[in-house]
């Protein structure tokens, strides 16, 4: 057995399937003192002024997946690049992040709680990368001819 504590999904315990409650039970329990050191750490890390990460319901988690696939759907053809594989994920410093060699996007999680515009400048941004691994001239004038009004959102979200 072993524990893991997700940024997103808080604790989560990894178990054989033909372990009983209460074996799992006292498992947890007797790792008490590892769990609050990485509830420690993880607060740590949020810190420096920002929110701290507040954990996800999976309703949350399937609606934002949704909102990210429809994003994707929509965006892609007017960029004109496909993402290969998307990931959602909690990241600190960055909303999205793209891999341009392989297309893999990851989208920051914490868009959930933002609105929709946020979420497709992010998907558009990621996208452009496809083409433009930097932010160059050419990258913007492929943000702004797929999105126009990506100025004043990128200004909202900052
Ligand atoms: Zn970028």
Not at 60 to 85: H, I, K, M, T, Y
């Given at each position: 057995?072993?524990?893991?504590?997700?940024?997103?999904?808080?604790l989560?315990?990894?178990?054989?399937l033909?372990?009983?409650?209460?074996?799992?039970r006292?498992?947890?329990?007797?790792?008490?003192d590892?769990?609050?050191?990485?509830?420690?750490?993880?607060?740590?890390?949020?810190?420096?002024g920002a929110?701290?990460?507040r954990?996800?319901?999976?309703?949350?988690?399937?609606?934002f997946?949704?909102?990210?696939?429809?994003?994707?759907?929509?965006?892609?053809?007017?960029?004109?690049?496909r993402a290969?594989?998307?990931?959602?994920r909690?990241?600190?410093t960055?909303?999205?992040?793209?891999?341009?060699?392989?297309?893999h996007?990851?989208?920051?999680?914490?868009?959930?709680?933002?609105?929709?515009?946020?979420?497709?400048?992010?998907?558009?941004h990621?996208?452009?990368?496809?083409?433009e691994?930097n932010?160059?001239?050419?990258?913007?004038?492929?943000?702004?001819a797929?999105?126009p009004?990506?100025?004043?959102?990128?200004?909202?979200?900052?």
């Amino acid at each position: 057995m072993y524990l893991r504590l997700d940024p997103a999904q808080g604790l989560r315990v990894s178990a054989p399937l033909f372990a009983s409650d209460a074996q799992i039970r006292a498992f947890v329990e007797s790792r008490l003192d590892w769990i609050k050191k990485a509830e420690k750490k993880a607060a740590g890390r949020s810190g420096r002024g920002a929110a701290p990460q507040r954990a996800y319901s999976k309703e949350e988690l399937n609606a934002f997946r949704q909102r990210c696939r429809a994003a994707f759907d929509r965006w892609e053809p007017l960029v004109g690049r496909r993402a290969s594989r998307v990931t959602l994920r909690s990241m600190k410093t960055r909303w999205g992040s793209c891999n341009a060699a392989n297309g893999h996007v990851s989208i920051n999680l914490r868009l959930i709680d933002m609105p929709d515009e946020c979420l497709d400048y992010v998907v558009v941004h990621e996208l452009c990368h496809l083409w433009e691994p930097n932010h160059g001239k050419a990258f913007w004038a492929r943000v702004a001819a797929a999105y126009p009004d990506y100025a004043r959102v990128r200004k909202s979200m900052r």
